[in-house]
T-cell receptor, first 112, second 110 residues
Framework: DTAVSQTPKYLVTQMGNDKSIKCEQN?????MYWYKQDSKKFLKIMFS???????INETVPNRFSPKSPDKAHLNLHINSLELGDSAVYFC???????????FGEGSRLTVL | SQQGEEDPQALSIQEGENATMNCSYK?????LQWYRQNSGRGLVHLIL?????REKHSGRLRVTLDTSKKSSSLLITASRAADTASYFC??????????FGQGTRLTINP
């Protein structure tokens, strides 16, 4: 069974569109994250949720809106997509008080 | 903010040799972690070393931490072709926030 799963794996869309990426973890972890990895492999935290509550919001444009319907799910909605949003978006989860992150396989977003 | 910075950015060695990657960081940390990322895949946790630890081993991996120099190293002994990947250090700044460096691309040549 996949521990952290995200869909879709690939997403190609036009500038100005709105898109969503979904993430689910079956590990029973309390905390979930969204990270963005750019073309130079630099991995930057975007958001963190602990038990459905937003903890970290790293100065991400408000076109990005995370939503956590329950502690096993963290979705990412992006409005008015821009070329610079092209990247690989990773969802991750971690147990409370443990630093280790468990990553999904990534969702590659390409904005044309 | 980018915390960990890996060195070198790329490393190519022969199978069977040892590979050493270094990580430097700027502020105080709770722990430092190393992750591996195979091409096109997600990151996989390798090892975590706490700020009060100096060295840790896991199989062919050896991690050291020098908090006075704000640096860490990852040693992979007896490398294999399957070790080809990017390796990232990540520092725990507290508040459950891990900050990653840009990684070292390791290539093991058969």
């Amino acid at each position: 069974d996949t521990a952290v799963s995200q869909t879709p794996k690939y997403l190609v869309t036009q500038m100005g569109n709105d898109k969503s990426i979904k993430c689910e973890q079956n590990l029973g972890h309390d905390t979930m994250y969204w990270y963005k990895q750019d073309s130079k492999k630099f991995l930057k935290i975007m958001f963190s949720y602990n038990n459905k509550e937003l903890i970290i919001n790293e100065t991400v444009p408000n076109r990005f809106s995370p939503k956590s319907p329950d502690k096993a799910h963290l979705n990412l909605h992006i409005n008015s997509l821009e070329l610079g949003d092209s990247a690989v978006y990773f969802c991750a989860s971690s147990p409370l008080r443990s630093g280790e992150l468990f990553f999904g396989e990534g969702s590659r977003l390409t904005v044309l | 903010s980018q915390q960990g910075e890996e060195d070198p950015q790329a490393l190519s060695i022969q199978e069977g040799e040892n590979a050493t990657m270094n990580c430097s960081y700027k502020t105080s940390i709770n722990n430092l972690q190393w992750y591996r990322q195979n091409s096109g895949r997600g990151l996989v946790h390798l090892i975590l070393i706490r700020s009060n630890e100096r060295e840790k081993h896991s199989g062919r991996l050896r991690v050291t931490l020098d908090t006075s120099k704000k640096s860490s190293s990852l040693l992979i002994t007896a490398s294999r072709a399957a070790d080809t990947a990017s390796y990232f250090c990540a520092t725990d700044e507290g508040a459950q926030k891990l900050v990653f460096g840009q990684g070292t691309r390791l290539t093991i040549n058969p």
